[in-house]
């Protein structure tokens, strides 16, 4: 199947690893034109290199997504390089865990700068040049957590929610203008945040994280946690034109985890 992505050009933020550069990957495939931004250099020029394997091209931008300042560095270099962006994926690593009274006012500081700030900064940055092709696709990778709580993720909970409200809200803004909003819902895939977590609550409740791994998949109803490959085929549709009646949506991407009807 052609998802029209050739030539495309498409933003991924925290793009050299995990779910990022799996989406960066499928985008390439399909013969996008990819820039990932991390914050580790060397990882980030492997990453890029790697995408490069599927005979488009590829370009590594250092940046921190809580820094307004390097996420536009990061919109100049991809319409410097490639030209203007057709499709952001916003994405970041996870906040840290913990429960209400372990959180200082620091820490919700930090996470709304990572999950929420960056989001509506990428997408201010990236707006007016999809405006003028009538056409864009903005996908934010949230997390479970947004819909279904998890204990313990006080902060991932809370602030994942609010960009899902932001861009179900933004999705009806920007409608008529080509440009559809739609947030990606992974649930617990085989990823380095994934160890991190199940280290932290096997930390916390006496365990093994591989007994924390066995917990979450028992709660799957397919009984395993996902690939990074399963979420970013999902990824790549919403980013095509096959993709164009399908706006504001939240969609998980999580085996049956989340148990809610809509």
């Known amino acids: 199947m052609d998802l029209g992505l050739r030539g495309r050009v498409a933003i991924v933020a925290a793009g050299s690893k995990g779910l990022g550069l799996a989406v960066a990957d499928e985008l390439a495939a399909e013969g996008a034109l990819v820039v990932i931004c ?38 100049e270099e991809a319409q410097r390089v490639f030209g203007p962006v057709s499709i952001l994926v916003t994405n970041s690593g996870g906040p840290k865990a913990g429960r209400f009274d372990t959180l200082t006012a620091a820490d919700w500081e930090d996470a709304t700068r990572v999950l929420l700030t960056s989001a509506v900064t990428f997408a201010r940055a990236v707006l007016p040049g999809m405006r003028a092709q009538r056409w864009g696709r903005i996908l934010n990778v949230t997390s479970i957590a947004a819909k279904q709580p998890v204990d313990g993720l006080m902060l991932s909970n809370s602030l994942r929610a609010g960009v899902i409200a932001f861009a179900r809200t933004l999705a009806n803004e920007v409608a008529t203008e080509g440009i559809t909003v739609n947030n990606l819902i992974p649930g617990y895939t ?44 999902l990824a790549a549709f919403l980013a095509s034109d096959r993709a164009s009646y399908i706006t504001g949506q939240s969609i998980a991407v999580d085996g049956g985890w989340i148990r809610s009807l809509m």
């Not at 020029?45 to 996420?71: E, N, Y």
């Not at 085989?190 to 709660?219: C, D, F, G, I, K």
Request: avoid cysteine; glycine fraction near 8%; hydrophobic fraction near 45%.
């Open 190 to 233: 085989r990823t380095e945040r994934v160890v991190e977590l199940s280290n932290h609550m096997a930390a916390t409740t006496s365990t093994t994280p591989a007994a924390v791994v066995a917990q979450w998949e028992a709660e799957i109803p397919m009984r395993r946690i996902g690939e990074p490959r399963e979420f970013a085929a």
């Open 38 to 75: 991390a914050r580790g250099k060397e990882a980030l020029g492997a990453a890029a290199a790697s995408l490069q394997r599927h005979g488009g091209r590829a370009h590594g931008v250092v940046a921190d997504v809580s820094r307004p300042d390097d996420i536009a560095h990061v919109v």
